[in-house]
């Protein structure tokens, strides 16, 4: 069966788990810039740009990956949550951008082909596509409101280029997540589709909004049903939310998009919200447990863990949905569906 067909029968009896945080894994190995840079030569210092060790440390992210599939993940994605031009520019490394793709899908596929070896059951690999520091929505100049640093089709020619050079590396899906803002999102699943074409293969997409404030909405002015609403025509295998909070805040918002979405719910918190020095204190057991209460409301069908999550949240989740019923994916009626900040149903 292809990963869409296996992914869905498994979503069926039971809830899936995606992996953690990646930034929080790799502060743990207290990198210094030449563990970054590696052999490179590179204008200017790399430290803090965690997707170019899929280059320079693969041993570290393929490591994380395993961890990850050890702690009871069925899928995990690939370490590349910055990699376009776009964001690679900040570090003068947008020459790279192919290559880092490729070589964090592999390393990804390796892991999860590592781990189907040892108990039969397979796993999957979503490609990180992240949301870019540039914004469609809204100009960075609070004088010029007109005034985009980036277009439409540029934006989707950036993407296109990721989605290519992570179908070429191997994986199942592309997953557009941390979704502040809906039309970089449109945009993205955009260049997904038309990557999916170009390749001869299925490879689902999965889009995951994210909150920016206790108001429910993201950065462009979104609610969650309004995302789902704008992205629905591209036939998302899941959507879903990410970042910004902890699973307890996280909770309203799924409970609308499980009402009112007909496809299934991918959901991934931070662990809580960060303390006065930027650090998430919350344990494990705590994470798991605030994930059950949406398990036993039947808001979810997959989830995993954001910033500040580790192996052992994953772990934690993992034996907390072991044996749990997933969200049931309801029969919606055929009427049209809008979105503009907020979303509009037209009744027959």
């Known amino acids: 069966m292809s990963a869409e067909q296996d992914f869905r029968k498994a979503a069926a009896e039971r809830v899936l788990v995606f992996d953690g945080g990646y930034g929080t894994s790799i502060q743990k190995f207290k990198l210094e810039e030449a563990d970054y840079r590696g052999t490179l030569d590179l204008p200017m210092d790399q430290k803090g740009n965690n997707d170019l060790l899929c280059l320079t440390r693969p041993d570290i992210i393929k490591g994380i990956h395993t961890a990850y599939f050890e702690a009871g993940a069925d899928m995990v994605e690939t370490n590349t949550f910055s990699s376009t031009k776009i964001a690679m520019a900040d570090y003068g490394c947008e020459h790279l951008v192919w290559e880092i793709n490729v070589a964090a899908a592999k390393l990804a ?3 999860a082909e590592e781990a189907q070896a040892k108990d ?3 796993r999957f690999v979503a490609g990180s596509i992240g949301p870019t520091n540039k914004t469609l929505s809204l100009s960075p100049d609070v004088n010029d409101p ?7 089709d540029g934006l989707k020619a950036e993407y296109r280029e990721q989605c290519d050079a992570l179908i070429a590396g191997g994986v199942d899906f592309l997953l557009i997540e941390t979704c502040f803002d809906t039309l970089n999102a449109k945009a993205a ?3 997904a589709r038309e990557a999916e074409a170009a390749s001869g293969r299925e490879v689902p997409l999965m889009a995951s909004f994210t909150i920016t404030d206790m108001s429910g909405r993201n950065l462009s002015g979104h609610t969650i049903t309004a995302f789902w609403y704008a992205l629905r025509h591209l036939k998302p295998l899941t959507i879903g939310a990410n970042c910004a909070f902890g699973a307890d ?3 309203p918002y799924l409970t609308e998009l499980a009402k009112t979405s007909d496809t299934l719910i991918l959901a991934y918190p931070n662990a809580g919200l960060p303390n006065e020095l930027g650090q998430y204190d919350e344990l494990p057991e705590k994470t798991a447990t605030l994930i059950g209460d949406w398990i036993d409301g039947g808001l979810v069908n997959a989830v995993g863990g954001c910033c500040g999550t580790t192996p052992e949240h994953i772990a934690a989740i993992a034996r907390a949905v072991a044996s749990a019923k997933p969200r049931a994916v309801p029969v919606l009626e055929p009427v049209t569906r809008l ?3 907020e979303p509009f149903v037209m009744a027959a």
């Open 109 to 111: 596929r390796e892991a």
């Open 189 to 191: 699943g955009m260049a």
């Open 146 to 152: 007109g005034f985009r640093e980036v277009d439409y």
């Open 120 to 122: 039969g059951r397979r």
């Open 249 to 251: 805040l996280m909770r």
């Open 339 to 341: 979105a503009g900040l």
